[in-house]
T-cell receptor
Framework: GAVVSQHPSRVICKSGTSVKIECRSL??????MFWYRQFPKQSLMLMAT?????????EQGVEKDKFLINHASLTLSTLTVTSAHPEDSSFYIC????????????FGDGTRLSIL | AQTVTQSQPEMSVQEAETVTLSCTYD???????LFWYKQPPSRQMILVIR??????QNATENRFSVNFQKAAKSFSLKISDSQLGDAAMYFC????????????FGTGTRLTIIP
């Protein structure tokens, strides 16, 4: 149980393109979803927290107009990197959690984004 | 603010031996939860084990167990009978218990298994 699917796993695109990443909880209802960014050999950096049906809460320093997050249902959240540039190249991971804060987060497989 | 410290950037262990990864944390909360996540080369984050702060008994999951010392704010992970598939980055993580949603991660320990 507690499977989170993240797609695509790898994206390579030109600078200026917008890229959408999907995160789905397959066998549970995710009241909260999280989006992280991970640089090489570093820990996960939380970008934003989203609750179903409400606006995402962004961490300090994360541009909300650059990284659009939508959590329209209890099983789906999307992250759109708008007008991506090479500095946006990174590994993005989503996680989903049902219930309250003490429940563990279950992670997707991540998306490696490369902007040329 | 809560912080999580993993003081061992890298560790190695002989296959079939036991290894302990250390983690300390700082918090003023009395109710919280601690986790160990594993990130193999595939980069998927996998939950290894979870500990509730209010429980005195250390959590165990097959070959994985923790040594939770609440007073010392220490939460180490012991891996027994290490296997090649245990090679990964291991992250210790903390979340508060009163509606606090965010996981605070440590910087990770890279574990190498020597055949």
């Amino acid at each position: 149980g507690a499977v989170v699917s993240q797609h695509p796993s790898r994206v390579i695109c030109k600078s200026g393109t917008s890229v959408k990443i999907e995160c789905r909880s397959l066998d549970f209802q995710a009241t909260t979803m999280f989006w992280y960014r991970q640089f090489p050999k570093q820990s996960l950096m939380l970008m934003a927290t989203s609750n179903e049906g409400s606006k995402a809460t962004y961490e300090q320093g994360v541009e909300k107009d650059k990284f659009l997050i939508n959590h329209a249902s209890l099983t789906l959240s999307t992250l759109t990197v708008t007008s991506a540039h090479p500095e946006d190249s990174s590994f993005y991971i989503c996680s989903a959690r049902g219930g309250f804060g003490n429940q563990p987060q279950h992670f997707g497989d991540g998306t490696r984004l490369s902007i040329l | 603010a809560q912080t999580v410290t993993q003081s061992q950037p890298e560790m190695s262990v002989q296959e079939a031996e036991t290894v302990t990864l250390s983690c300390t944390y700082d918090t003023s909360e009395s109710d919280y939860y601690l986790f160990w996540y594993k990130q193999p080369p595939s980069r998927q984050m996998i939950l290894v084990i979870r500990q509730e702060a209010y429980k005195q008994q250390n959590a165990t999951e097959n070959r994985f167990s923790v040594n939770f010392q609440k007073a010392a704010k220490s939460f180490s992970l012991k891996i027994s009978d290490s296997q090649l598939g245990d090679a990964a980055m291991y992250f210790c993580a903390y979340v508060g218990g009163f509606g606090n949603e965010k996981l605070t991660f440590g910087t990770g320990t890279r574990l190498t298994i020597i055949p």
